[in-house]
Structure formats: structure tokens, C-alpha cells
């Protein structure tokens, strides 16, 4: 997985993001386009993705199911 390359999902996921300095996690509906912003890290169980000009943490495996390469 290389930071750039682009995602579209396949069925609704989670992700998780930061608001008032607290970690929470928001739904992300499917057919959303996303990029990957980094590596994957913290045993490679999660990566930074762009969704929709905002930085969220999605699980590799969320992405791995639900996701295609766009």
C-alpha cells in the first residue's frame, strides 16, 4: 500500500477521526473515494487515509474487504 493511491468503497466503513482533541469514529458511506496518506502502522493494522479533503484512520482490513482500487 503507497501513500497516493486511490480507493473506492465498496460498502459503508468506519473510520476514525479526531474532534476536540478526541478520537471518535464516524461511518463513511460506500462509493466514497479515498487516498491513502501513509503507511500502514501500529503493526500495520491501521493506515491514514484522505477522505473527502479531511485525514482519518481506517483499519487495513476495513480497507482490505471494502474497498477497491479506484
Known sequence: ?????????IAPTIGIVV??????TIMIPAD???????FPFDEDRFIEVKCEAQRLT???ADLDLNAIAA
Open 1 to 9: 500500500m503507497q501513500p497516493g493511491k486511490q480507493f473506492r468503497l
Open 19 to 24: 474532534l476536540n482533541g478526541e478520537k471518535t
Open 32 to 38: 466514497t473515494l479515498l487516498e491513502l496518506a501513509g
Open 58 to 60: 481506517m483499519l487495513v
